[in-house]
């Protein structure tokens, strides 16, 4: 049925039903992203399997657009594989979505979108988790609401940011897919000079995850009785309840409230999961 089609005449009685706003067939000229958006690469294949399906079935949900005065265009706020397959496919014109959302609402929009669709790269998703919070002033509590994710899972986010640079950089740059987000948590737990020479293992020799968590519980254990090592900076905190006492060990000396809540959600989830197993 072509989108044009008026499905009135079709579609059974208009009771329960309404028509949405904001639905308009666009040039596709006339449509393009927006540079700011989290998500900076896509897989080559599964991009290429998007625009086989749109030349095949057409855009099937319309892609999310405000309209930029200034510039008299439609900036995408979410959709940008579609559009980018719409253009592979040679279309036209696409359907859309015109929305006037708040500026702070756009990039929230935008990770939920990309966070529900496919895996983000760990640190795109990390540095627009940041902008969130240092650009629009979003506590880790507000991310974790409006997101749908847990604050554990945006403290170990934030965390990949205080890894090494030389760490971040590998990760930035992986082509691979080798290093995912598992195996920056892992090494977290290693002094900054020591990371790197786990992350470049990873790469070099494909290992996995599990393989990486066992390679730093091995240094872990090394550095223990390596000279120098001992007294590195830590941090106890001990909390008493009426049926219990909880005590964490942070390896850093400087602990904030957002570490500690992220540490016990952690613990939480584990809990969680060996109890349904």
Not at 6 to 29: F, H, M, N, W, Y
């Amino acid at each position: 049925m072509p989108l044009e089609h008026d499905p009135s005449t079709s579609c059974g009685p208009v009771q329960g039903r309404k028509r949405l706003a904001g639905a308009c067939l666009i040039e596709i000229t006339r449509v393009r992203p927006d540079p700011a958006q989290p998500r900076k690469r896509l897989d080559p294949a599964a991009q290429a399997e998007l625009v086989a399906s749109v030349k095949r079935h057409g855009i099937l949900q319309p892609v999310t657009v405000r309209y930029v005065t200034s510039d008299n265009i439609y900036q995408i706020i979410a959709g940008e594989r579609r559009y980018l397959a719409a253009r592979g496919a040679g279309l036209t014109e696409i359907p859309c979505w015109i929305q006037t959302p708040r500026e702070e609402e756009v990039l929230l929009h935008q990770i939920v979108e990309n966070w529900q669709r496919l895996d983000m790269h760990p640190y795109d998703l990390a540095d627009a988790l940041a902008t969130l919070r240092d650009g629009a002033g979003m506590s880790q509590k507000q991310i974790a609401q409006d997101t749908g994710k847990s604050e554990g899972e945006i403290s170990k986010l934030f965390a990949l940011l205080d890894l090494s640079p030389a760490v971040q950089k590998l990760a930035r740059d992986d082509s691979t897919g080798r290093i995912t987000k598992r195996h920056l948590y892992a090494v977290r737990a290693l002094p900054p000079d020591r990371q790197e020479a786990i992350i470049r293992k990873t790469q070099e020799h494909g290992l996995t995850a599990h393989e990486t968590e066992k390679l730093v519980s091995r240094e872990e254990e090394r550095l223990q009785g390596a000279p120098g090592r001992r007294g590195a900076p830590v941090s106890y905190h001990r909390f008493r309840t009426a049926n219990a006492t909880v005590s964490l060990t942070f390896r850093k000396k400087e602990v904030t409230t957002d570490d500690i809540l992220g540490a016990l959600d952690e613990v939480r989830a584990i809990v969680e999961q060996r109890g349904s197993q």
